[in-house]
């Protein structure tokens, strides 16, 4: 086995249904849902606003040069409403494709792209309506060989993704959540939506529910409350 050099073409998905109703939850209410888990660095964040959400399931590479050869080489691995995650680590000199090659993706279906390192031509990206989130953004492309992982684990923003994770992504973050506990996690969110929005009459009226509870709790932690 070419540790550090190989492409896996296949690997195992997640239920199409699964993934399109965690789409449907912001990603502040799923990282609340996993306890924080799964919350990828907001140093990776949308490369061009407004960026309209997405969700879909993980393609995965490993780039620690940034080569693009296998950048593309992932590319071909997407199907429509997938995902491709990339690891350049963290490196934001050079970008690992642009709007010309990306193009292609749009016109294949594919729901988004998530990257620790650079992307450029965000312009291009912006006109096809392809969100991406990046590190950051570069004029120059990385070299075209190069080393790379295609469909394995991999780091991204400080998270584990696995190929056939689900990522969700807004403009106010991106979380994975891990294919084997998609069902869980979802189960985990519908309770979270519900219970938030049995305080909503409360919000509508002005309130803050709980607040009796919460100033006995400061007042046991030693605050003072002053008339």
Known sequence: MPLGFQVYRDFPRPDKEIVTALGEYFSADLADAMNKAGAVSRDIKPVYRPMRRFCGTAVTASLPTGS?????????????????????????????????????????GIAGIVADGAIRDSSELQEDDLPVCARGTAVVVGGHD?????NVPIACGGVVVNPGDIVVADE???????????????????????RHEANDPAYDRGELPGMDAIEERIRASGCEFYD
Not at 146 to 150: Q, S, V
């Open 68 to 108: 693009f050869s296998m950048t593309k080489i992932a590319m071909l691995q997407c199907q429509e409403g997938d995902v491709l995650v990339l690891n350049a680590y963290g490196d934001v000199k050079h970008a690992l494709l642009g709007g010309h090659v990306a193009h292609s993706l749009t016109v294949r």
């Open 146 to 150: 190069g080393p790379g992982e295609i």
């Open 172 to 194: 106010d973050g991106i979380v994975v959540v891990p294919q084997e506990h998609a069902e869980y996690v979802l189960n985990e969110v519908a309770a979270l939506k519900k």
